[in-house]
């Protein structure tokens, strides 16, 4: 059985903190880059603009892109035949945001508890979820989630009978809705089937696909590019000023589900969608 | 690229007059920062008749909780925050002569009324453009309730602090407008 110690995990958590934050992922550079060419309104276009010259100045410097650094969500593959040394591993994830925030310079955005609200000054504890895969790898993923956009999401419990065409009115209208709050151009997770929290979990995930990436199947493929016609046509535009540029991509994942219901969420992330990983190989324990 | 015009704080009710919704603004001169909490000490010294950390008339306000500084930074990334949470006591501060926030995101009925009233203007600052916006912040320096980190109120001096008119002192809400004009559903 191969192992991996968690001061590795330490070190890869606290390394993926930083990075998320400071460095915007290349495929919503493209995304800005494209809506440039596309974008009619002048405000939406001196937005779009500003957004890519802050993303610059992020990652030249060094230094967050967006002033909230989000609640740590991390997404954690453990290879099933893997062993991890020396610790806790949800102490060590823990311990990975404690020093990104701290050393990174990052905002401590956590409350310790959501009625009293006293800050816990470190940033933990993260959002983790666990997946088992086979192998013997460790697989880390980092997606740092503010607020601003994260209050605007949803979830309907539709009745069957709303149908693809219910399901795609309440995405409509949780966007619409939403207005200028989540800092749009904005990336639409959208999570259909399962129960209740399995919909949001995969409207969460859908979050972590490449912008430009389209579901593999075609059938959902083409709600996705429907979906994203119809945002567009709401006229929110960048930062909410107007314009054609309202959403970047709609990303949609399904799940079966019961035959009394079909769950639909939506998790709506920001321009600043950021989410960075890395595979640990195990090592042979000695 | 749409037309700039500058302003420099105070923020007096004649050069409100000058501005409206669509408004392409470089704000220069001393603003302060607040948010949720802060908003809602300074109301409660209000209610007490305690002193507010700083005379309201004719200043701006922008709804900013920075990151930690680097060493050799003036402040860090200091984009706007929701504005929305701070409309239970915008319209207690407007009327104290409050005559500019800038934040993002969709204000209440309430505060709009307050503008028109007392004669405000709403600016939206580019949400997420922490890194950006930190570039316009010439200094910065806390002032009131160091207790509450990155909510505590700051006194920064910004120059060309790029922001838009969002809601003028009549009202008009380029949240609406704008969207009304490339809406095609
Ligand atoms: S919604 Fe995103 S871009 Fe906007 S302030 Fe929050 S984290 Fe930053």
New interface residues.
């Given amino acids: 059985m191969k192992e991996i110690h968690v001061d590795e995990i330490i070190s890869a958590i606290r390394t993926l903190c930083m990075e998320a934050n400071y460095n915007l992922s290349s495929d919503i550079m493209t995304g800005f880059q494209s809506a440039l060419k596309s974008e ?4 939406g ?3 779009l ?3 890519i ?3 610059d ?2 990652h030249k ?1 060094q ?7 989000g609640m740590a969500v991390l997404f954690v593959e453990i290879g099933q035949d893997l062993h991890i040394a020396g610790g806790n591993l949800t102490d060590a994830l823990n311990e990975g945001v404690r020093q990104g925030y701290e050393q990174g ?4 955005s956590v409350v310790k508890d959501p009625f009293d609200r006293v ?1 816990t000054g470190d940033n933990t504890p993260a959002i983790i979820h666990y997946d088992i895969v086979p192998g013997e790898a460790l697989r880390l993923i980092v997606a740092p989630k ?1 607020f ?1 956009s994260e ?1 605007m999401g949803g979830l309907k419990m539709c009745k069957p009978s709303e149908g693809l065409a219910g399901a795609m009115d309440f995405v409509v209208d949780t966007v619409d809705r939403a ?3 989540p ?1 749009p151009p904005i990336i639409v997770g959208v999570g259909v089937g399962g129960t209740m929290e399995k919909s949001t979990f995969l409207a969460k995930k859908a979050l972590l696909r490449e912008v430009g990436i389209h579901n593999q199947d075609e059938r959902l493929a083409n709600i996705e590019k429907e979906l994203l016609e ?1 945002i567009n ?5 960048p ?6 540029t309202t959403a970047l991509a709609v990303n949609l994942e399904v799940y079966p589900t019961h035959i009394a219901g079909m769950p639909v969420s939506v998790n709506i992330g ?3 969608t950021r989410h960075k990983e890395i595979t640990l190989q195990g090592r042979e324990s000695k | ?2 037309d700039v015009k500058r302003i420099e704080t105070p923020l007096t009710q004649e050069k409100l007059k000058t501005l409206k919704a ?1 408004d ?1 603004v470089l704000l220069s001169g001393v603003i302060y920062t607040g948010r949720d909490a802060a908003h809602k000490k300074m109301v409660e010294a209000l209610e007490q008749g305690l002193e507010l950390p700083f005379a309201m008339k004719d200043q701006v306000i922008y709804f ?7 060493e050799g ?1 003036v402040i ?4 706007p ?2 504005s ?1 949470r701070m409309d239970a006591y915008s319209p207690k501060l407007i009327a104290q002569g409050l005559t500019g926030m800038i934040g ?3 204000r209440s009925p309430e505060v709009i009324d307050a503008m028109k009233e007392h004669g405000a203007v709403y600016f ?1 600052a ?7 916006i ?2 316009r912040i010439v200094s910065a320096e806390v002032i009131a309730y160091p207790e509450l ?2 909510e505590a109120v700051r006194r920064l001096v910004v120059k060309d602090f ?1 922001a ?1 008119v ?1 809601i003028d002192q009549e009202g008009t809400n ?2 609406e ?9």
Avoid: W
């Avoid at chain 1, 230094?63 to 650094?69: A, F, G, L, N, R």
């Avoid at chain 1, 310079?105 to 401590?108: D, H, P, S």
């Avoid at chain 2, 860090?76 to 984009?79: I, L, N, Q, W």
């Fill in positions: 009619s309104s002048p405000l276009l001196e937005v603009e500003r957004l010259e802050n993303a100045i992020a410097e230094v967050p892109m967006c002033q909230d650094t310079f990052l905002r401590k800050n503010g601003g209050n207005g200028g709050n800092c119809r046509r709401l006229g929110i535009g930062q909410g000023f107007g314009g054609l920001c321009h600043a | 690229m749409s669509g392409n900013v909780g920075p990151t930690p500084a680097k930074q860090g990334s200091a984009g925050t929701t929305g993002k995101g969709l939206g580019i949400g997420g453009a922490g890194a950006l930190a570039k980190g990155p790029p838009i969002i380029l949240y407008s704008g969207k009304a004009r490339y809406r095609t559903v």
